[in-house]
């Protein structure tokens, strides 16, 4: 299909490798904590237009909250190839923890350390170099390629990508139309395709005491989590295995205790589901112990499940391309950790799979790095994904 134009973009991002390296490091430099992206946001779009992507618009639900989307339009006649990324990292935690500084990008034997790296800026930036080296080539397209950035996903909050699918900015219009989230995929020194992923479900259950112990209370809600974790257990998904429980914390003494847990979900399964489960719980712990109080809280950062299927325009384009730049192939997967693809695929119904560089383990880690050929293959790979997906005969042109 159309090789006419694979050596020419493969050449086009051989030759960008040093503006490749200065943009991913700019971007690291940058501290962009949850709430805090907006001086990101304002290099990003700076760095974008310099790409010559000129069509490009803020969008905030927020004053100083931005999510940045930029569109590479072809004629129309083709779906929208969607790419997301997140501007937003977790804490660095102590600065003397860090051999190398957070923020300081550095570059030591072809590797980019500082916090983001993998968790995601460097993702986040291939897709817009990939689409800015297809601009410069006027690789002629169909459809368009719609490129997001967002805020606030380290927090679940929703002024990110929850306000971009509300207002309608994602969504899907055409039945081919792709979505691609540029998250790290990288397990145990291997590339793959992330189409599933558990939900996240966390929650505390608070015990008042009085006439009865509160510890008490404690130990036999603690059972019955154990019981209902054994019961779940029996559900299967072929990718993600069975669904947890995880009793995280116990704390408290005998006027009050908490009990924190986190439940992993699978496709098919819901949230109501699993409030319910943990309310019967403690309806029963009211007629045991009557003189208890409880109180059942569910943080606001809940993830749905995410199941996409293992097939698609966007699956069967990155492995076509992965193939070219690495000559090997790229399987389907799934991951317990969930990101702001549940929600595209819960909310619009467009199918974003996950394929971005980066080691899934360095997530979070002191001394986070992305090793930055890994960076400059998933620039060609995106680039070859979008030629694949969308692109044109030169006789059409």
């Known amino acids: 299909m159309m090789p006419d134009w694979e050596e020419e973009i493969l050449q086009a991002v051989e030759n960008s490798r ?122 002629p397209l169909k459809g368009q390629v719609l490129l997001t950035a967002v805020c606030d996903e380290e927090i679940c909050g929703d002024r990110g990508i929850l306000h971009l699918l509300q207002e309608g900015y994602i969504a899907k219009k055409r039945p081919d139309d792709m979505a691609i989230s540029c998250e790290p995929s990288k397990f145990a020194g291997k590339y793959g395709i992330i189409v599933a992923t558990k939900g996240i479900l966390r929650a505390h259950i608070h015990i008042y005491g009085g006439k009865q112990n509160a510890i008490d209370g404690a130990a036999w809600i603690a059972n019955r989590i154990h019981l209902l974790a054994a019961q779940i257990s029996n559900k299967h998904h072929p990718l993600l295995g069975p669904p947890s429980i995880l009793l995280a914390m116990v704390k408290g003494d005998a006027a009050y205790c908490k009990l924190s847990l986190t439940r992993r979900m699978l496709p098919g399964e819901s949230k109501e589901e699993a409030i319910g489960d943990y309310e019967a719980i403690l309806r029963a712990l009211a007629v045991a112990m009557p003189e208890l109080k ?101 006789a059409e042109n």
């Open 18 to 139: 040093a503006q490749i390296f200065a943009f991913v490091q700019k971007i690291v430099q940058v501290k962009s904590l949850p709430t805090k992206e907006a001086d990101l946001g304002s290099l990003l779009l700076q760095q974008i237009l310099a790409l010559g992507l000129k069509e490009a618009e803020v969008v905030e639900k927020e004053p100083g909250h931005s999510n940045l989307l930029v569109r590479l339009t072809g004629d129309g006649n083709g779906p929208t190839l969607t790419f997301n990324g997140h501007m937003d990292t977790i804490f660095e935690g102590p600065a003397e923890n860090w051999t190398h500084p957070p923020y300081a990008g550095e570059m030591v034997d072809g590797k980019l350390y500082g916090r983001g790296t993998v968790d995601m800026k460097s993702g986040l930036c291939a897709s817009f170099l990939a689409a800015g080296i297809l601009n410069q080539l006027k690789v």
């Open 294 to 394: 409880t109180d059942l809280e569910i943080w606001p950062g809940f993830r749905p499940p995410m199941d996409v299927g293992t097939s698609g325009p966007a699956i069967v384009a990155l492995q076509k391309a992965y193939q070219v730049v690495k000559g090997t192939e790229l399987p389907v997967v799934a991951d317990e950790g969930a990101t702001d693809a549940a929600f595209v695929a819960e909310k619009s119904g467009l199918p974003m799979v996950i394929f971005g560089p980066g080691d899934i383990e360095l997530i979070a880690a002191t001394d986070e790095y992305v090793i930055m050929e890994e960076v400059v293959d998933a620039v060609k790979v995106y680039a070859l994904a979008i030629y694949y997906a969308l692109g044109k005969e030169r």
